[in-house]
């Protein structure tokens, strides 16, 4: 299978994380599920990547939550031999002054267009690895700094040795986030002049002919995105490897920066939304950061109900996601009404079975699912929970949230414990469910199901976010903070709502948030159908039709990849 894959020229896409499939638990969330698409995208279009990943055996977790909302955390485990197949190769990497083996596993991602794509996942389980480097590949962001330097190291340094042991020739390298900045290092000792070029003083890596090879994508300005190690870490963990003296010019003098380093390495840089390159520029001055805005697979996110329609009025959508713009005249407005309500059906479904709570398909349902985390302020939308409760007396609303707090990130458990405070709170006045394990399967029965999608990020700390995509693609419109892509996204009353104006430092973001839904929103839901209808054509038209990951790619490989 593999000498299908090696014959080409290829780009090395790179990835801590990759939504592969949802019963592949190898991504925490938006960033893995951006790879996931970047593949799927890349296989529908026929465009030669290879990715590289680990295998997390152990995935990252599965979520349960007790009677309070507290958060209870399993392993969340696959069988790689089930999905994929085992390489001919294996490649040492130097850890702690060991030898560390690395394998690797072969997925193929197969576009149901035909095309595909090779995935190669490294594992450390191997019988030749002393008992704890065998469980390196196992935890998905688990573990402590030394865990996940070692995880870094297995994914930039192994990852390129893996590519050149296995045949692949590498046209250029696409870093999605700075874990496998390390990559870095590994091709500066492959391209280092011959020591008989170096004359006393001069340096012997070729800084620039490496950068001409490398692409960085950074994906948040929140600081606990961008990995940091202290120096003596690093030089436990990779001793000789290193040449500190130059890593410290090229990753930071203090500790070892990973987003520094994949700063200083590459040629290309980019944010994921055109806000998102303006606060990256501030942050890294003297880097030129373009912007390439995040989009979504529209075959994956896209319910089976709304897909059936697009088919049949807008044959071609889903490779050419473009002809969505026909949406808003070429599909009438009873066939998507009935096609949402198909969707709305299934959540209320999927609803009942998780949580025994029965809503109600006529009800205005809002929907607010992601990542449990301060920035995401997923308490905003019940800062003032006798106003919501007096706007679902005038015009009826129930609620769906969902969304996992990382293991380690206490403020967002507190966060969850908080909603389910909120929901008893509003037991009787307001129909609240909290759904556990928000993953992929969830996430599409969400963002089709509900009748508006509700973000509340604090401004400028969402680079893109993708959910709100996801839902515009089943004509579900948003009502969001103006951050990310939904500066871009949103016409309002178009394609969906604002929260809050464009600037300032959005206080007064739930007070707006129920204005808008009391005045606006509800109103137009309720008393004039065939304008809700309108905006829901206009999410699907003005918004599907560009923020998708057919578009993003296609972008890459013209701004990045061939340069
Ligand atoms: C799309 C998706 C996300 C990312 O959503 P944001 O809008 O970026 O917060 C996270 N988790 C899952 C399971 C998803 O499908």
Known sequence: MLHRFVHQERIAYFTMEVA??????????????????????????????????????????????????????????????????????????????????????????????????????????????????????????????????????VLGIGGVRMLYAL?????????????????????????????????????????????????FTTHTPVEAGHDRFPYDLVQRVLGDFVDLPTLK????????????????????????????????RRMFPGYQVRAVTNGVHPFAWTAPPLAKLYDAHVPGWCHEPELLVRAECCIGDEAIWAAHREAKAALLDKVATLSGVRLDADTAMLGFARRMTAYKRPELLFSDLERLASIATNHR??????????????????????????????????????????????????????????????????????????????????????DGWWVEGRIEGITGWAIGDDDGPGE?????LYDKLERVVLPLYYENRAGWIAVMKGAIAKNGSVFNSHRMMRRYATDAYIR
């Open 167 to 215: 045949g692949f020739r590498v046209r250029q390298f696409h870093m999605n986030e700075g874990h496998s900045a390390l990559l870095t290092l590994e091709l500066l000792e492959r391209y280092a002049y011959p020591p008989e070029d170096v004359r006393p003083g001069e340096l012997r890596y070729d800084i620039p002919r490496v950068r001409e090879l490398c692409n």
């Open 249 to 280: 010019q090229l990753a930071g003098a203090g500790e070892l920066n990973m987003t520094q380093l994949a700063l200083s390495m590459s040629e290309y840089i980019n944010g994921v939304a055109k806000r998102h390159a303006e606060t990256s």
């Open 397 to 482: 609303i129930q609620i769906v949230l969902a969304g996992k707090a990382h293991p380690r990130d206490e403020g967002g458990k507190r966060a969850i414990e908080q909603l389910h405070r909120h929901i008893r709170a509003l037991s009787g006045r307001v129909r609240v469910v909290f759904l556990p394990n928000y993953d992929m399967a969830l996430a599409l029965l969400m963002v089709s199901g509900v009748d508006v999608w509700v973000n509340t990020p604090l401004r400028p700390l969402e680079a893109s976010g993708t959910s709100g995509m996801k839902a515009a693609l089943n004509g579900v419109p948003s009502l969001s903070v103006l």
């Open 20 to 153: 592969l499939r949802n019963e592949i638990s190898t991504y925490s969330g938006g960033l893995g599920v951006l790879a996931g698409d970047t593949v799927r995208s890349a296989a529908d279009l026929e465009l030669p990547l290879v990715t590289v990943s680990l295998v997390s055996r152990q995935g990252y977790f599965r979520q349960s939550l007790d009677a309070e909302g507290r958060q209870i955390e399993h392993p969340d485990p696959w069988e790689p031999a089930r999905f994929a197949q085992p390489l001919p190769a294996k490649v040492s990497v130097p850890i702690e002054g060991r030898v560390v083996w690395v394998a690797a596993w072969l997925y193929v991602l197969e576009s149901h267009r035909g095309g595909r794509q090779p995935v190669i996942l490294l594992d450390t389980s191997l019988p030749e690895n002393a008992e704890p480097d065998r469980a390196i590949t196992d935890y998905l962001y688990g573990g402590d700094p030394t865990y996940r330097l070692k995880q870094e190291a």
């Open 508 to 512: 007064r973001d739930a007070e707006s």
